[in-house]
């Protein structure tokens, strides 16, 4: 795509990356098929292709955000089902997220739209308060009928439908602390504990610390690291994103430094994509580009960590037929596709794909707060997907989806690395 940037904006290190990605778009469209907005609303300008286009007019002419585009890029889910069907290599993520920041920077939103991303900046990484606010929740419940009549509340009334009925208690597998390896060690990793998922579903935790020590691994979790800052990265508060970035590198250095680290073992896909690319977030800062690209380095995926270890045969072998759905920031985010299906095979599951994996479920982040019709329309058809395989559960490694699917479907919805550990010795998952 040919670009017109004067050299006073290519100046800037964030146009100059944006120019290079820009380039790259041979306008072929091959997107817009597996683009879950684009396919679920059918308007051009909410597909990737249209997204590129009108954030290039606004970049290349140094305009404040419109209603027009902080519509439609509003809408886009970052799913990144464009990465991976784009066949010249366009970043849509690093494109979008600058798109984002540019937004928040030169868009004032309605004052209910601007109240609501500040209540939940203010609540979602922080745990306790994110326990504070789900048990408020339960008494607001009554209240969504009537908050999703208004158009400007419905984000609240979203938020009431997916608070859980009853919040877990904390568990001290989130709090900073060592877990030493059974037998001898032959690892030493880190594990981010999570913001949302320590709180909504603490068992995940739980379930990987005794996996990882069983195996020989000695599990860290350090004092320090924090949310991965996706949630605030996804609404264009850069400043916030990065200074979450800082702390978890701060944190997890440290460790690195001290009795090393193997790697930064992610639950949850979502925070495992936003880590992966601190090194690229980071890059224009001198004092963390080369420590935030170590981290990015070491990061993986749980299914990823464990597919790299010798695994004994399973202690349980159950047979049962598990649907797997393949969160967005799992195949798109990070690409990683066949180590949770194998490593359930191997654990003695059948597992089932369903139809149209490559489209969204409509969780991300919170997508599903601020966008509850099509989030809806979206988690419908993955649901009606998912049920037609036959499984009977639904596996899969991401927290966001695990309550988006939840919403809808008739079958248990359990964390991958819950299931392993079942497998390999520990207690059947509650929900099964
Ligand atoms: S990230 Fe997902 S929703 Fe956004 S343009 Fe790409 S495919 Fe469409
Ligand atoms: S598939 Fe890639 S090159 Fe083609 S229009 Fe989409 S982003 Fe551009």
Request: some cysteine.
């Amino acid at each position: 795509m040919q670009t017109n940037f004067t050299p006073s904006q290519l100046a800037d290190p964030h146009v100059a990356e944006s120019e290079k990605i820009l380039r790259k778009c041979v306008h072929c469209g091959f997107c817009t098929a597996t683009c879950p907005t684009y396919v679920t609303l059918g308007n051009e300008l909410d597909s990737p292709r249209g997204r590129i286009y009108l954030i290039k007019d606004m970049l290349e002419n140094g305009r404040p955000a419109d209603t027009e585009i902080v519509t439609h890029i509003d809408r886009c889910l970052s799913c990144l089902s464009c990465m991976s069907t784009c066949p010249s290599g366009v970043n849509y993520m690093h494109l979008v997220d600058h798109a984002r920041a540019h937004i928040e920077q030169t868009y004032t939103r309605p004052l209910p739209q601007r109240l609501i991303r500040s209540l939940l900046a203010a609540t979602l990484p922080y745990p306790a308060r994110f326990r504070a606010a789900l048990k408020l929740a339960a008494l607001g419940r009554p209240f969504a009928g009537m908050l999703a009549r208004v158009p400007a509340l419905r984000p609240l009334a979203a938020m009431l439908a997916l608070a859980p009925k009853r919040v877990p208690d904390a568990s001290p597998s989130s709090s900073p602390g060592r877990h030493p390896a059974t037998g001898q060690r032959r690892a030493r990793v880190a594990l981010l504990t999570g913001c949302a998922q320590s709180v909504l579903e603490p068992g995940i935790n739980e379930a990987t610390i005794r996996l990882l020590t069983r195996l020989g691994v000695e599990v860290i979790v350090p004092k320090g690291e924090g949310c991965c800052g996706s949630l605030v990265h996804h609404m264009g508060r850069e400043q916030a994103a990065l200074q979450a970035a800082r702390d978890n590198v701060d944190a997890w250095t440290r460790e690195v430094d001290g009795e090393g680290l193997d790697a930064v073992v992610i639950t949850a896909s979502g925070c495992g994509t936003t880590i992966k690319d601190y090194g690229y977030m980071l890059r224009l800062d001198p004092a963390y580009a080369q420590k935030a690209a170590r981290i990015s380095a070491l990061a993986k995926d749980v299914t990823e960590y464990l597919d790299t270890i010798d695994l004994p045969e399973p202690a349980v072998r159950s047979g049962a037929v598990v649907a797997y759905h393949s969160a967005c920031s799992m195949q798109h985010g990070q690409k990683i596709t066949r180590q949770p299906k194998a490593l359930l095979q191997k654990a003695g599951f059948v597992v089932k794909e369903p139809r149209e994996g490559h489209l969204c479920c409509g969780s991300a982040g919170t997508y599903n707060i601020m966008q509850p019709e099509i989030a809806a329309k979206l988690r419908d058809r993955k649901v009606k997907n998912i049920e037609a395989t036959g499984a009977a559960l639904i596996a899969t490694g991401n927290i966001g989806c695990i309550t988006q699917i939840a919403g809808a479907a008739k079958l248990p919805v359990v964390h991958t690395v819950a299931l392993l550990d079942w497998a390999y010795g520990g207690p059947k998952p509650i929900n099964l």
